[in-house]
């Protein structure tokens, strides 16, 4: 990725209307919708997408546009970059194109960005993405993650850039260790230049809530878009079964959908709306500058949709307001996983902003075995400068010691001695968002994120500003592809 970014650019205009809201604190409205599969017929595909943004651009209540998300939907899918194509060009600065790392090579990052500069789309999220569908951990393994952060760090030096990056983080973490990679792994992306924040979508208003007063704490007042996925009986599955890494349904929520599908599938249709409604104007007043929804596939859903989020947000106007009919629809449920859940403050969500009274909750960390210090020392020992030695250099030592499975550079002095091989998207500068509520590799739910012992090892070296400062450059690896 050290290559420099060709950008070849028809569009001389500096205009940014998503750009222009974000920093006139203007609240707005992402309908996110997938790049369809390659089976589509692109005629078909463009007459859709079409009538899709006339319905969004033509809504009056507030600012509305699109997000189009890259290889979520679908494993062999028209890439944003080409199909952007299709929108109208005079208002492609209104909408926001995601862009997958997974099975994507440096080189092709670079040629989707060349795409995009050249069709006048600006606003980008790279993102690393999760695993297919139907692939194990082996046959990942063999797949090029090109990570996001990267990708920033390229556009952030790339003289010019024309372009206006956005970047994502998952804060339903219930995992102290867990949640902070997430956080220190955003300041990483802010730091090398992305200018918004995507929100993973989840129904803990008290977790939406701490992102933004961590955020606050450590006065990175970035603008912040919350995720909200319109329900069907069919998403759930979806996420029950795990077809979306990183997404969860708590117990008690999951029982009220339960229970909401057993009347009718319009109850259940109207139970959604309304608690997506509610989610919008609380994230309002919890401080984000927009949402993006998930769900809201046709014009018609557009039309109904924006205009629940406006009447919600017209009539909930106060905090007080908004958190007492939330907590009597929700009736209380749980929303976190399990007992002991971890949540960086206390008195979440009794007020709207961060002010003097809340504190950061303390945890308890999990000690490191003498037996995995003695493994830290030795390793610290054997390969102080391996980042700077070629990496076939004691490959055998690495080997025994360090699990080291052979790739092009090694990264082991910046990993805290964790060989970032052994994440199975082979990610070094932080975790993706796909871990499971307790932890657990998105790809292997018997192994921890290599990331927790990443922070484990770095908390006890009293070393964990590294974690958010250090950009650990990528391996060179241009491997097989989709
Ligand atoms: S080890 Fe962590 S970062 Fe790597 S794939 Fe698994 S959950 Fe994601």
């Known amino acids: 990725m050290n290559d420099a970014l060709q950008l070849e650019m028809n569009f001389g205009t500096s205009a940014n209307r998503w750009r222009e809201c974000l920093n006139n604190g203007i609240f707005s409205l992402l309908i996110e919708h997938s790049a369809p599969g390659r089976d589509t017929d692109p005629g078909a595909a463009s007459e859709r997408l079409a009538a899709l943004e006339y319905a969004v651009l033509s809504r009056t209540e507030l600012p509305c546009s699109l997000a189009i998300t890259d290889r979520y939907s679908f494993t062999d899918c028209w890439r944003t970059a080409e199909y952007a194509a299709a929108l109208a060009p005079e208002m492609r600065d209104r909408h926001v194109l995601y862009l997958s790392g997974r099975g994507t090579t440096p080189q092709e990052m670079r040629e989707l960005l060349s795409l995009c500069a050249s069709a006048g789309v600006f606003n980008v999220v790279p993102v690393t993405g ?3 569908p139907d692939e194990d951990e082996r046959a ?5 993650f090109t990570e996001d952060v990267h990708v920033l760090k390229q556009l952030q030096e790339t003289e010019h850039s024309p372009f206006f990056p956005g970047c994502v983080v998952n804060p339903f973490k219930y995992k102290p260790y867990d949640m902070f990679m997430q956080y220190f792994k955003l300041i990483k992306k802010l730091n090398c230049g992305a200018n918004f924040i995507m929100v993973q979508a989840g129904w803990d208003m008290a977790k939406l809530q701490a992102l933004r007063w961590y955020l606050s704490y450590r006065n990175l007042e970035y603008p ?3 995720r909200l996925i319109l329900l069907t009986p069919e998403r759930m599955d979806k996420i029950l079964n795990g077809a979306w890494p990183g997404i969860h349904i708590s117990n008690d929520l999951q029982n009220s959908l339960r229970k909401e599908l057993s009347y009718s599938a319009k109850q259940f249709e109207a139970a959604q709306w309304q608690r997506l409604a509610l989610q919008a104007a609380g994230c309002r007043l919890l401080g984000y500058s927009g949402i ?3 769900g809201v596939d046709t014009p018609d859903k557009v039309k109904i949709a924006v205009r629940r989020v406006s009447e919600a947000l017209r009539e909930y106007s106060s905090f007080e307001h908004w958190i007492t009919e939330y907590q009597s629809y929700m009736a209380r449920a749980e929303m976190a996983p399990f007992t002991n859940s971890f949540y960086l403050f206390d008195q979440l969500l009794t007020r709207p902003y961060l002010d003097n009274t809340p504190r950061l909750l303390n945890f308890s960390r999990p000690e490191l075995s003498g037996r995995e210090r003695l493994g830290y020392h030795l390793r610290r020992f054997l390969f102080p400068s391996a980042d700077r030695q070629p990496a076939g250099d004691r490959r055998l030592l690495k080997k025994l010691f360090a699990g080291c499975s052979g790739c092009r550079r090694c ?7 964790v060989c970032p091989e052994r994440c199975p998207k082979r ?7 796909g871990s499971t ?3 657990m590799c998105e790809l292997n739910p018997h192994q921890e994120c290599i990331f927790s012992r990443v922070m484990a090892y770095a908390e006890w070296q009293q070393a964990l500003n590294v974690l958010e400062e250090q950009y650990i450059e990528m391996p060179f690896q241009e491997k097989t592809q989709s």
């Not at 990942?140 to 090029?144: K, L, V």
């Not at 990610?427 to 968002?433: A, F, I, V």
């Open 437 to 439: 509520p307790r932890g």
């Open 130 to 132: 999760d695993r297919f």
């Open 427 to 433: 990610l070094s500068n932080g975790p993706c968002g």
């Open 292 to 294: 993006q929804l998930a």
């Open 411 to 417: 990264r082991l002095p910046q990993t805290f001695f």
């Open 140 to 144: 990942t393994r063999q797949r090029c």
């Open 224 to 226: 912040t878009i919350a």
